[in-house]
């Protein structure tokens, strides 16, 4: 274990770029997932179709092949944003999509009669879902978007396939340098628990917080 | 009606995924796959007197001399698809070979070797030698014996066609440099180019999408698979042709038959004294090399 203890920067540096990117891309995922979700219980039927679309084309593709279609695929037609904008935009567009199914599953669990009860006292669509719907649906979905937020954490590690330079990458170059891949790969695994343990109980934290007495 | 809907779509897609795949192929065969480049007519003859060892004995009973080699390793040793011929520098000296001890370049068998296998290959004689970018180095003497060295490999740079600023390693400070993960190229950059920002990508070929993106200024890591990539895209990419490191290639044989090793080692001798390894070089890597080395001096030891 002492190759670890001695590059506890090298592993800080890469642990900070992956809180960064986490939280970043979470953030994306959380506003993609409500457009998304709005969009695919929305009465407008080519809205309902745009978000069922997105939804099966994007959770259904792999992370790393977007990835690579965005990072490379772009800058063919002269867009290229750098490595972490990049990261952030794909990371957080994936996990948009379960997000947004995730919040559609809470909307269904709002009982109908608070939509209509809200539509009844003259709200619009997009009042009702704002003030009424999707505070209650919020309320829901905590623990799977924690799950998401799990998922999204871990799957930051992609983003060493276009170079990015996070905790994997910093394992994967000591590990290059020292060859002693159980130990440091060991580090590296502590550090994502350090990462989303915490998260893990937040999330609950936060469930607890919310929750409806019924 | 929703079934077959289904089906023309599917149809549709699998057609659409087909077009692009030969799209794919046919603007990347840069290496011209129909046409192997032969070299013109080699001066090698066949030795007046072949000496008595092991391996050599062998050859002359079998008929025909067995070379590892690497099937997949552009302008060294590549299996064409196509003929089924094995193409490369690699693939030329075992033919020179071949021609010094039967008097026939056709009288080979190519046997597929990877790095992991070539020891184990020559050990349990299953070839007579190892022709396979094959490096020099004190392990694997412990269990080889290696005639040459007929080439000086190391870490190159590859770079824009139109790139004129990089020359050499120490042009690569303050520069982006793309390499790939796992490989000790990164730190061989860091140590002569303390300033150069190395990215390190997954494969050769995103490192080198990320150079002809312009994400980086340059590609740096072993000139032999960079000569591949150079090959594969010879109107994006050149070569700077100033390697900073160096990778000694050999012939892997039988650790005791030094009269075999010395019967190749004299053959590379014969090769470079009479043009063959230059004609051998310049039909092949040379092709895309930009500055043809000299063989290196043979280590008899």
Known sequence: MGVVFGHLSDYASGFWYTVALTLASFLVSLLVGIVIATMRISPAAPARAAGLFYVETVRNTPLLVLLFLFFFGLTKVGLAYSIFVSGVIVIGAYHGAFVAEALRSGVGAVSKGQAEAARSIGLTFSQSLRYVVLPQAFRTVVPPIGNIFIALTKNTSLITVIAGVDLTSAADRLNTTYAQAIPIFFGAAVAYLILTIPSGLAFGWIERKVAIAR | ?301
Do not use: H
């Open chain 2, 1 to 301: 009606m929703f079934r077959r809907r289904l089906s023309v779509l599917v149809a549709t897609a699998a057609l659409a995924m087909g077009t692009a795949a030969c799209g794919g192929g046919t603007s990347s065969s840069g290496g011209g796959l129909a046409a192997s480049a032969k070299p013109a007519g080699y001066a090698m003859t066949q030795a007046t007197n072949i000496p008595a060892s092991p391996t050599l004995d062998a050859i002359k009973s079998r008929g025909k001399i067995v070379i590892g080699t690497k099937f997949d390793q552009p302008l060294f040793g590549l299996k064409n698809p196509v003929t089924g011929n094995i193409d490369g520098f690699d693939a030329e000296l075992s033919r020179l070979l071949a021609k010094r001890v039967l008097g026939d370049d056709k009288k080979i068998d190519f046997v597929e070797t990877v790095s992991k296998n070539r020891e184990d290959f020559i050990e349990q004689g299953k070839v007579d030698a190892v022709i396979a970018t094959y490096t020099i180095n004190d392990a694997r003497k412990q269990r080889v014996g290696f005639a040459g060295p007929y080439y000086l490999a190391g870490q190159d740079i590859m770079v824009k066609k139109d790139n004129t600023t990089i020359k050499s390693v120490t042009d690569l400070n303050g520069k982006k440099v793309s390499s790939v993960q796992g490989s000790t190229s990164e730190q061989n950059i860091k140590s002569k180019a303390p300033q150069a920002q190395v990215l390190l990508f997954d494969t050769y070929t995103t490192a080198g999408e990320a150079l002809r993106d312009g994400r980086v200024d340059a590609e740096s890591t072993d000139n032999v698979i960079l000569l591949g990539l150079v090959d594969k895209n010879p109107d994006a990419f050149k070569l700077v042709g100033a390697p900073f490191t160096q990778e000694p290639y050999g012939i892997g044989l039988k650790k005791a038959d030094t009269v075999f090793r010395n019967f190749v080692n004299d053959t590379l001798a014969e090769a470079e004294k009479n043009g063959d390894w230059q004609k051998a070089y310049a039909a092949t890597a040379g092709k895309v090399d930009p500055k043809p080395p000299t063989p290196p001096a043979i280590d008899r030891y």
